[in-house]
């Protein structure tokens, strides 16, 4: 019998674990017995499988690389987002999604016919791609663009072409992307890459069948064995179900609910539920001494300094960007139109910068007219959205609809991956906000 280590303190996993491998052991010396023979045809099977199942996701890859880089090329022709090419030659010549899949589909065994079929969708790609190309210079042309990779660059326009308006060039490339013939195109690649894709069907099929064949030989044997076996995994399931899987979900349930674990399951279970529980108590401690109103500021409901402080050093600042906010000419403001106007400019500001950034950042007031927002989760790519989003508050802030009058802010902007510390980077992003300063005011300058 399993010996329990403490009265009132469970089984522990150590002996459980011990008893297990020895079932196990034996478990498994029964069925070697008898599954020798059937573990090299499964492991036949399981070998084909596989392999036809890689090829078939090779297959569906190249699929939706194509119908990736068609979907690039149209939202960039139509819209000129630089982003799109970028993405599209990123897939293209980084990913290479495509030159993958026919690579692992020479590497299998009798898949010429799928192989040829592939081929000939990459082909019809490549052929596509190049009306793409055309269609991107074009763009390119109309929008002035200058910044563009390098392939493009050896794309002529045809003299009639070169010769249109921007306008003209723009409708032109959204035609080459959308017409009749390009989609006739498409066609072409897609029937390519389906005929491949039945073509491994009938492979899979004919290797499935013969494996399964021999599988079924010989498992007359295993059967019995197994008959064996269900009784020891009840055991085991009982076992693991009663020493460990209902206790996590019943502490699951508990933490959701927010409250203490309870202490059941096995020894080292119990030792995590009450290391659990007493970090839980400091938890609500912790939340007893930082209520709302001591977090944050009384006026625009934003954090206040010691909210900012808090979340400065609980924040993984590593995946936060740090955005300082300093209104320009507010002085000015209280000057012109009083200190209640310029309380309402900064409660305008606050409800500005709650509406263009996610429920998951944070806003905080530090001093003044100094907002500090952390968004959080985001990597260092995402330099053009923050932009975009300092042009709409600025726009916000400039609209005079509301009876207020006109303001701007200027913005310091750091990722946390860019400083040592949390003083590093206030210091940068505080740099950065002077540079804005500098250069004009309203506007953004990344550090």
Not at 128 to 145: P, S, T
């Amino acid at each position: 019998m399993l010996k329990i280590t403490k009265k009132g303190d469970g089984l522990s996993l150590r002996t459980v674990h011990l008893w297990l491998v020895i079932g196990a052991v034996v478990s498994c010396s029964l069925m070697f017995l008898f599954t020798f023979h059937l573990a090299d045809s499964f492991q036949k099977l399981t070998e084909a499988s596989e392999q036809q199942i890689e090829l078939r996701n090779a297959a569906t890859e190249l699929i939706e690389a194509s119908d990736y880089l068609t979907e690039r090329a149209q939202r960039f022709t139509v819209e000129g987002d630089m982003r799109f090419l970028d993405e599209y030659f990123e897939e293209a010549f980084e990913a290479n999604h495509r030159e993958e899949a026919i690579t692992r589909m020479a590497d299998g065994e009798g898949t010429q016919a799928a192989l040829e079929r592939l081929q000939d969708a990459m082909y019809n790609s490549l052929l596509l791609m190049r009306r793409e190309y055309y269609a991107m210079k074009l763009v390119i042309e109309a929008r002035g663009y200058t910044d563009y990779p390098e392939i493009l660059r050896s794309v002529q326009l045809e003299e009639e072409d070169r010769a249109l308006t921007s306008e003209e060039k723009m409708h032109r490339a959204m035609k080459m992307v959308l017409d009749e013939e390009y989609y006739r195109q498409k066609e072409l690649v897609r029937s390519s890459m389906k005929a491949s894709l039945e073509e491994l069907e009938l492979i899979a099929y004919d290797t499935d069948h013969s494996a399964l064949a021999s599988l079924r030989d010989e498992m007359i044997g295993v059967r019995i064995v197994i008959v064996l076996q269900a009784i020891g995994i009840f055991f085991m399931v009982w076992l693991t179900s009663h020493l460990g899987i209902h206790p996590v979900l019943t502490a699951v349930d508990r933490i959701k609910a927010d409250s203490p674990i309870p202490v059941v399951g096995a020894n080292e279970f119990r030792y995590l539920a009450r290391t659990y529980n007493a970090m839980y108590e400091v938890y609500k401690s912790s939340l007893e001494h930082l209520n709302f109103k001591a977090s944050h500021d009384e006026l625009t409901g934003a954090y206040n300094r010691s909210g900012y402080d808090l979340l400065l050093s609980s924040i993984n600042l590593s995946n936060t960007y740090m955005l300082l906010f300093d209104m320009d000419n507010f002085k000015g403001v209280n000057d012109t139109y009083g200190h209640e106007t310029g309380d309402r400019v900064l409660i305008k500001l606050a409800d500005v910068l709650r509406n263009n950034f996610r429920s998951d950042d944070y806003i905080c007031r530090i001093g003044g007219d100094e907002f500090v927002v952390f968004m959080v989760h985001a990597t260092e790519k995402q330099r053009n959205l923050i932009s975009q989003k300092i042009v709409e508050i600025n726009r916000e802030l400039g609209d005079t609809a509301d009876g207020l009058p006109p303001t701007s802010v200027s913005v310091g902007i750091v990722h946390g991956s860019e400083a040592a510390s949390a003083e590093e980077l206030f210091e940068k992003t505080d740099a950065a906000m002077y540079r804005a300063k500098q250069h004009g005011k309203s506007t953004c300058r990344f550090g």
